[in-house]
């Protein structure tokens, strides 16, 4: 099969690879689409210790099966396998699993690449009114759907009354101002430094967006959720909650600088930490996905898999405008 292969820091050859083998539990998914996530464009840079090259990166994926049961239905794929048996497993927190794999990073490829071989378990169908291209949004909005779950249950106000910040307009970010919403939450604005998709993203998607000078940082926010997770952002972040607030982090940009602890303390904020999803959260995103309840999932931009190294490099250069490009096989 085509595989993009991640080569080195800034470098992807697009060429032959061994077709996956699938192994016990396991079926063979013909990829539809695969997106470019921050951490694809982390590790393209070279800034991620956990995805040495050579490697198939990507884990955004929708397809067709083409093995067992469920051979010929269209899914979306959680990219996250975990072991079912320890005891974040079993109390229903298997993001933690001290097991965990995730598709991208060894012992497992990723999907840009012509097939797939994943767990059945780790598949949600698709009906046929949601297209692949929707589908393959399922795995970005569910770190978002997962991070307003958890900072839904610390708010101590109604949630129908919060007023909510989103930092950050890519997939991640987006996924979440659109959980937000999903889930109750009707007063968000979102943050966004580029005004291009800023512009897009508020007449796409209908929420107000806001550039960083525009941005209230004098403590007015019951919720924050950083998708970026930079220095500045975490400032910002720190700056924007109320005291007795809550700040919920996703952005796995850097790792330094930028929580006020101080400010964190004397105001009695609340820091939530979030990582990818359950497989609750993963399935609770499809099903909202796929009762229209997360908008109309039209902002993403389809590119050949083959064109994947331009894309990446558009990405990095700031050229692109929609949240989420999403790589599909030229065959």
Avoid at 56 to 83: D, K, M
Avoid at 302 to 330: C, H, M, T, W, Y
Wanted: hydrophobic share 40%; with cysteine; proline share 6%.
């Amino acid at each position: 099969m085509k595989a993009l292969v991640y080569t080195g820091p800034e470098a992807q050859s697009y060429q032959d690879v061994a077709d996956p083998v699938p192994v016990q539990d396991e079926v063979l998914i013909r990829v539809a689409h695969t997106g470019i996530c921050g951490s694809d464009m982390h590790a393209y840079l070279g800034h991620d210790e956990r995805r040495p090259a050579p490697l198939i990166l990507g884990h955004e994926v929708a397809g067709t099966v083409q093995t067992g049961p469920l051979s010929g239905r269209h899914v979306t794929v959680n990219p996250l396998v975990t072991c079912g048996k320890c005891e974040a497993c079993k109390s229903g927190r298997d993001n933690l699993c001290t097991e965990r794999q995730i598709i991208s990073m060894p012992p497992r490829e990723g999907g840009f690449a012509d097939y797939l071989a994943m767990p059945e378990r780790n598949l949600v169908t698709v009906p046929d009114h949601v297209s692949d291209a929707q589908a393959a949004l399922a795995e970005p909005i569910a770190c978002g759907w997962h991070a307003v779950r958890l900072a839904r249950a610390a708010l101590r106000c109604e949630p129908a009354e919060a007023r909510t910040l989103v930092i950050g307009g890519g997939a991640i970010g987006l996924g979440a101002a659109l959980s937000l919403r999903a889930q109750g939450m009707p007063d968000v604005r979102l943050v966004e430094p580029n005004e291009s998709r800023g512009q897009f993203l508020a007449k796409t998607c209908g929420i107000e967006v806001l550039t960083p000078e525009e941005a209230d940082t004098s403590g007015q926010y019951d919720l924050v959720i950083d998708g970026v997770g930079y220095a500045a952002t975490r400032a910002a972040a720190s700056a924007s909650v109320k005291p007795g607030g809550v700040i919920a982090h996703i952005g796995l940009g850097s790792a330094d600088g930028g929580l006020d602890i101080r400010r964190v303390t004397l105001q009695e904020i609340t820091f939530i930490g979030t990582y990818t999803y359950t497989a609750e959260d993963f399935r609770q995103t499809a099903k909202a996905m796929f009762e229209g309840r997360l908008g109309a999932l039209n902002w993403v931009e389809i590119r050949p898999l083959s064109e994947g190294q331009a894309a990446f490099a558009d990405l990095r250069a700031g050229k692109i405008s929609v949240p989420k490009i999403l790589l599909s096989p030229n065959t």
